[in-house]
Each structure stands twice: as structure tokens, then as C-alpha cells.
């Protein structure tokens, strides 16, 4: 009887010890997120400031292609943001705080993808009309 409870102690521990590490690594992945494809991606960064004070707009969406990814430029005005590798695509910028940081127009910028890394350095909203 002793032996039998051993055993099923050992299984359920080792049972309980998969588990425990399926999900840390289940955590990690939400937390993280999929790491990207080393080789297929290119990274786009830039700064998007005002056209007529020339100071960093934080707030900002910037997607690619209309997909549902987007990143928000922080307080400096930066984003960064990977794309697939294809011959170009279309960045969108669009203001969606409303007048927290003031209101500024759409832009659209096309952008050839030609190696790993785009810098666009500095991008200029106009004030919304």
C-alpha cells in the first residue's frame, strides 16, 4: 500500500512539474509575445514631431499597410515597428488622442524596403485644419 501511494506521489509530481513549466512558458509568450523572424523582418523607426514647432509628438499611431499592428509614438515622438520583408510598403501616421497633445493630419509615406533597418529620422505633421 505504502509503495502504491509512492508512486502515484512521483506521478503526479512529475505531472505537476510539467505542468508548472507549460505554464511559465505560456506566460512568457503573452507577456513577450512571438519573437520575430530573424531574416524576414525590417525594422522602421523614425520620430514624428510638429511641422510648425518642430517639437516630438507622443500619441501617434503608426501602422503598416492598414494591418491591425500598430505602435504609438512614446513621449519623444520615437517609434519603432518590424515589417515583412517585401519590396515596399505604406506607413500611416494618425493622430488618435484627440486634442490631448493637440491635433494633427494624417500621413501617408512610402517606403521602399531595401535592407534590415529604416531609418526615416524625422517625420513632419501638419496641424489639422
Known sequence: MKKAKEI??????????????TSVALVFQACY????????????????????TNDPIKGIKVSV???????????????????????????RLEDIDGEENGLYASKEI???????KIDLKDILLNDAE
Open 8 to 21: 502515484s506521489r512521483r506521478i503526479l509530481r512529475k505531472f505537476y512539474t510539467g505542468l508548472g513549466l
Open 110 to 116: 512610402p517606403v521602399l524596403i531595401s535592407k534590415d
Open 65 to 91: 499597410n492598414d494591418m491591425y499592428q500598430y505602435e504609438l509614438t512614446d513621449s519623444s515622438g520615437k517609434f519603432l515597428i518590424y515589417v515583412p520583408r517585401e519590396e515596399n510598403c505604406t506607413i
Open 33 to 52: 509575445g512571438t519573437p520575430q523572424t530573424m531574416g524576414l523582418d525590417t525594422l522602421i523607426r523614425g520620430v514624428v514631431k510638429s511641422k510648425t
